[in-house]
């Protein structure tokens, strides 16, 4: 079964601590984006990657940093450099070039991260 | 500056009956809108999109209608079921742009029996 894992569902982090949240894709897609979500607000795009070893900043990428060695998996860092981390998080995959032009994302369940 | 928007935080519809949900744009550049149901705690999940060639799309009970020159786009849910009650999301992504998805704020739907 084709698919995008987002891991672990919950997360608790204390104040100051880094903490990294995984995001796996097995459908072979080439671009792969991490989105925020708070309450009353759309999806905010944080970072996004179209290819292996590339990657670009989103609307609020500060305070956080991403990495992409393998196009399967692309983990987002929230660093103690953003100050508001409490949020549900959403990674997302979609086929990118000429292909992609009219195709949707898929996107994981999610992370919930907590500070505490 | 959000450049989709939907400004109906809520909907309450009558099950059975028709519902309407509006999302609007200004980004002249976007040329493919996507219309994503999302329940909470979950990812969202793709429902029905539209190119901007076209001016209409239908898939079973969900059709999303597109108006260009008024930059508004609406999906219609006909008949309403209970099941259909969650947040929509309306997003838009234009050519050259990385295909990134921008997205509107969500709709809460909710389906009374």
């Known amino acids: 079964d084709g698919g995008i894992t987002q891991s672990p569902k919950y997360l608790f982090r204390k104040e100051g601590q880094n903490v990294t949240l995984s995001c796996e894709q097995n459908l072979n897609h080439d671009a792969m984006y991490w989105y925020r979500q708070d309450p009353g607000q759309g999806l905010r795009l944080i970072y996004y990657?179209?290819?292996?070893?590339?990657?670009q900043k989103g609307d609020i990428a500060e305070g956080y940093s991403v990495s992409r060695e393998k196009k399967e998996s692309f983990p987002l860092t929230v660093t103690s450099a953003q100050k508001n981390p409490t949020a549900f998080y959403l990674c997302a995959s979609r086929v990118s070039g000429q292909v992609a032009m009219n195709t949707e994302a898929f996107f994981g369940q999610g992370t919930r991260l907590t500070v505490v | 500056d959000q450049q989709v928007k939907q400004n109906s935080p809520s909907l309450s519809v009558q099950e059975g009956r028709i519902s309407i949900l509006n999302c609007d744009y200004t980004n002249s550049m976007f040329d493919y809108f996507l219309w994503y149901k999302k329940y909470p705690a979950e990812g969202p999940t793709f429902l029905i999109s539209?190119?901007?060639?076209?001016d209409k799309n239908e898939d079973g009970r969900f059709t999303v209608f597109l108006n260009k020159s008024a930059k508004h786009l609406s999906l219609h849910i006909v008949p309403s079921q209970p099941g259909d009650s969650a947040v929509y999301f309306c997003?838009?992504?234009?050519?050259?742009?990385?295909?990134?998805?921008?997205f509107g704020s969500g709709t809460q739907l909710t389906v009374l029996p």
């Open positions: 990657s179209q290819i292996v070893n590339d990657f």
């Open positions: 997003a838009a992504s234009a050519s050259g742009s990385a295909r990134q998805l921008t």
């Open positions: 539209i190119s901007s060639i076209k």
